[in-house]
């Protein structure tokens, strides 16, 4: 999975024009009927949702990155998911990443709706599952959102970290690894620093311009609390805690190893020993109510939006202009920030009381 950093070449312009051809022509045959997705039966249980994970791994043999993935292959047929694992050198260095991922959307928005899954989990190589109780539709949007909701991920010190992320099968998705792949083409003297593909995603993922609508990706995406799913393992200790769904291990260079062994010693030979019943975590509400948030303040900006129309002055409208803009701030760059996007969320409530 972990090659070293090469120059960006010419050839994934041709998968880019190829990709922009097979969008087309999948607008062609479902851009005039695409049915919405609908609940299962019983939408209270968690694995009605369809959901696949998808990683890579090639080149030199890795043992510790083969059992890895295993932990991640034992949970994915546990909860029935489909799981793809890359093992050929299909682009250049790390761009191989965003490369698999679109045509494995592409593959799945060519199938009919009924037959397709919903989302795509991407989880690293160097990441280890460690409590296979939990059911990964707990981490995606409800429904009734889900159409306004494509990048569900998390955010470190560096901003986005797309080690572990969960895609919406969409045109948006496809449009968004498309801008990112082209990212050195149409600015070719941008430094991405070492992990080119990641910060062409975050870059993309700030323009104010593009995606299906012309208005940026920023909507698109919520940041979840990053030790959900995307909990650390220090040189001094795992940022997690029992309970916690993976162990994930960058920046550690070659002390990596040490830390990946003795992991999965512990996931392999004890396997209860992190397990913690889905009802006991935190995920069991805490997930819920951050939905409900997310909701909530989406319901309160189509609210806002709604009534500013009605306004007759621009000194009535800044206000709730102000409002609306911090809140939207906080919802595509923080909303694993808690306590701001409540605050932000009612600073905007007592304008609209106001109004």
């Known amino acids: 999975m972990f090659v070293m950093r090469q120059t960006y070449q010419r050839r994934p312009l041709v998968v880019i024009l190829l990709c922009s051809l097979l ?3 999948l607008w062609v045959f479902t851009g005039q009927e695409r049915p919405t997705w609908r609940p299962a ?5 968690y694995y009605s949702r369809r959901l696949a994970k998808a990683t890579m791994l ?3 043999p890795n043992p510790l990155y083969e059992r890895a993935i295993d932990s991640h292959d034992r949970h994915a047929r546990r909860w029935g998911y489909p799981m793809h694992v890359l093992r050929q050198d299909i682009s250049v260095g790390f761009w191989n990443k965003p490369s698999y991922l679109v045509s494995l959307v592409i593959q799945e928005m060519a199938k009919p709706p009924s037959e397709r899954v919903e989302w795509l989990m991407w989880v690293d190589a160097d990441s280890i599952l460690i409590n296979g109780a939990v059911p990964l539709e707990a981490f995606l949007p409800p429904y009734d959102i889900s159409e306004d909701v494509h990048l569900v991920a998390t955010r470190d010190h ?3 970290n797309t080690g572990i992320m969960f895609l919406h099968i969409h045109p948006w998705t496809i449009n968004f690894l498309i801008e990112a792949l082209g990212y050195p083409l149409y600015k070719p003297d941008a430094d991405l620093g070492r992990s080119d593909d990641q910060e062409a995603m975050a870059r ?6 593009g995606g299906l609508n012309g208005t940026g990706y920023a909507d698109g995406a919520v940041f979840l609390p990053r030790t959900w ?3 650390y393992e220090w040189q001094h200790a795992y940022e997690g805690k029992r309970g916690n769904l993976l162990v ?6 070659d002390q990596r190893w040490v830390h990946m062994s003795n992991w999965l010693d512990i996931v392999e030979r004890s396997p209860l020993s992190w397990e913690v019943p889905f009802e006991e975590t935190e995920y069991y509400n805490g997930t819920v109510a951050f939905w409900d948030r997310i909701r909530e303040a989406k319901q309160a900006i189509s609210i806002a939006e709604h009534r500013f129309n009605r306004l007759s ?3 009535s409208k800044a206000p709730m202009e102000a409002a609306v803009r911090e809140l939207k701030k906080v919802m595509q760059q923080e909303a694993d920030n808690t306590e701001l996007l409540v605050q932000r969320l009612q600073d905007l409530k007592s304008v609209l009381d106001l109004i």
Do not use: M
């Not at 039966?41 to 249980?45: A, I, V």
């Not at 993309?204 to 311009?209: F, I, K, P, T």
């Open 58 to 60: 090639y080149g030199k």
């Open 248 to 253: 994930h291990f960058p920046g550690l260079g």
């Open 313 to 315: 002055t621009d000194k």
């Open 229 to 231: 799913i995307n909990a």
């Open 23 to 25: 969008i087309c022509t």
């Open 41 to 45: 039966e019983d939408p209270e249980r």
């Open 158 to 160: 560096n901003g986005l």
């Open 204 to 209: 993309v993922l700030r323009n104010s311009n």
